[in-house]
């Protein structure tokens, strides 16, 4: 979904250090989501946003931050990446509780 | 809280068999219930989705999914699968009013090749 972009696509990075995978949207949407992909693990919710005072955690937040900088934008941050933060992560949008989420094309993310 | 089972974790049939792909949730209230793909290489995309009225409801591309409320129940049927079905099927759920409501649950996903 082109209103959903992800940067970057891919990145692998060595444990320890920080990194930042960014998500914007063009949807208009409050609602904004980052989850991970875990083969047999489906998406897992790592955290939410309905405004940029409203930040939560989902079910896996630990190691991970997030920054909602403008309606537009949320940003996820690994503090010191590990190497179990391997994952495929996406960005999702939507515009009520009762809506359908609208993806990002992901950021598939190694740490060595 | 609420939580989706997929049991099955991988379907293997040939083209042109029939598909049903199980879900079932654990929610005792209202639920939006979701089912999505994910080609190869791909992002999720929306099949279709139930919020209320016939509990049958039709998708994109032939698939369709039936609601049983009495069962927590939400199975994506296709009659006739092809080769370019082959992907990931994830089913989803969202509390209608509760804490929850925020927050769109995934099951573990079921991973569909078709043989042509």
């Known amino acids: ?5 992800q ?5 692998i990075t060595k444990t320890g250090k920080r990194i930042m995978l960014e998500c914007s949207q063009t949807k208009g949407h409050d609602r904004m989501y980052w989850y ?4 047999g693990l489906g998406l897992r919710l790592i955290y939410y946003s309905f405004d940029v005072k409203d930040i939560n955690k989902g079910e896996i937040s630990d190691g991970y931050s997030v920054s909602r900088q403008a309606q537009a934008k949320f940003s996820l941050s690994l503090e010191s990446a590990i190497p179990n933060q391997t994952a495929l992560y996406f960005c999702a949008t939507r515009d009520s509780n009762n809506s359908p989420l609208h993806f990002g094309n992901g950021t598939r993310l190694t740490v060595t | 809280a609420q939580s989706v089972s997929q049991h099955n974790h991988h379907v293997i049939l040939s ?3 029939s598909l049903e792909l199980g879900c079932n949730y654990s929610y005792g209230g209202t639920v939006n ?7 190869p290489g791909q992002h999720l995309q929306l099949l279709l989705k139930y919020f209320s009225g016939d ?3 039709k998708g994109i591309k032939g698939f369709e999914a039936e609601f049983i409320k009495s069962k927590f129940s939400f199975n994506l049927r296709k009659p006739s699968v092809q080769w370019s079905d082959t992907a990931e099927y994830f089913c989803a759920v969202n509390a209608r009013s509760s804490g929850s409501a925020r927050q769109l649950t995934f099951g573990s996903g079921t991973q569909l090749t078709v043989l042509p």
Request: glycine content about 0%; hydrophobic content about 35%; proline content about 11%.
């Open chain 1, 1 to 5: 979904d082109a209103d959903v972009t």
């Open chain 1, 7 to 11: 940067t970057p696509r891919n990145r």
């Open chain 1, 36 to 39: 991970r992909q875990d083969p």
């Open chain 2, 15 to 17: 083209e042109a068999a």
């Open chain 2, 33 to 39: 219930l979701f089912w999505y793909v994910q080609y």
């Open chain 2, 55 to 57: 509990p049958l409801v």
